[in-house]
């Protein structure tokens, strides 16, 4: 059990009860120090965004950008272009008008399924849970996030042994984009968390409000297309 703690107050000088060091630290510096496993997701939590936004497929380019200015200024900071219809120079144009906007707003911009167009255009890459499971290694160098889409504990293993960045575990609940799957539920959404030391996001009828439901049970956040994407 790790407890994690907010603290909105403080006076005095902290000291280790146990002799152990402390240390004062912004959270950007804390993937500067050496982490034992278990506290991978919570510098994440503290320094990775909870909401990840999962575009739809885009129609018509200029409209897709404009939804994702809208998006971008309403607070979203970690974006997955998932594009499987649009042909190859089209996807590529489009992944760097993204990637323009994505930066300029301070976000992450990470394509779905295409790692030669995420190293080409220096973007991170979203595994398919087909595609994580027929590799040997990791497909980008470290500083490039890669994250996996999981639907079970064998999934989720293999992120970690491949030492990717994050992975989206679901569906949670019911959701239209997967009418057939049976929803994981809170609980074993949590017990798979516990299996790996990844940080997670749920997703699966998930919206904004729910990051912190997703927290109290281990994960990093949530992720959706519907209640994510501006209308």
Not at 34 to 49: E, G, K, Q, Y
Not at 138 to 150: F, H
Request: proline fraction near 9%; charged fraction near 25%.
């Amino acid at each position: 059990m790790l407890d994690v703690y907010t603290v909105t107050a403080f006076e005095g000088t902290p000291r280790g009860r146990e002799r152990q060091a402390l240390a004062w630290t912004p959270p950007e510096k804390l993937r500067d120090y050496p982490m034992p496993p278990a506290d991978r997701p919570v510098v994440a939590a503290l320094t990775s965004p909870g909401r990840y936004l999962i575009s739809p497929e885009p129609e018509e380019p200029a409209a897709w950008l404009a939804k994702l200015e809208k998006a971008l200024k309403g607070g979203i900071r970690r974006v997955q272009l998932r594009a499987r219809g649009l042909p190859a120079r089209t996807l590529a144009d489009l992944a760097m008008d993204a990637r323009t906007r994505c930066h300029a707003a301070g976000a992450e911009l990470l394509v779905n399924g295409e790692p030669g167009l995420a190293a080409d255009l220096g973007l991170g890459l979203h595994l398919r849970s087909d595609q994580l499971m027929a590799l040997q290694a990791r497909p980008l160098p470290a500083g490039q996030l890669v994250g996996a889409s999981c639907h079970n504990a064998d999934e989720l293993a293999q992120a970690e042994r491949l030492g990717l960045d994050f992975a989206v575990l679901g569906p949670v609940r019911a959701t239209e984009s997967h009418p057939g799957a049976m929803p994981l539920g809170w609980d074993r959404f949590a017990a798979l968390r516990e299996g790996v030391s990844l940080p997670i996001y749920a997703l699966g009828g998930m919206r904004p409000s729910d990051v912190a439901t997703a927290r109290r049970h281990g994960g990093q956040g949530v992720a959706g297309i519907r209640a994510f994407w501006p209308r």
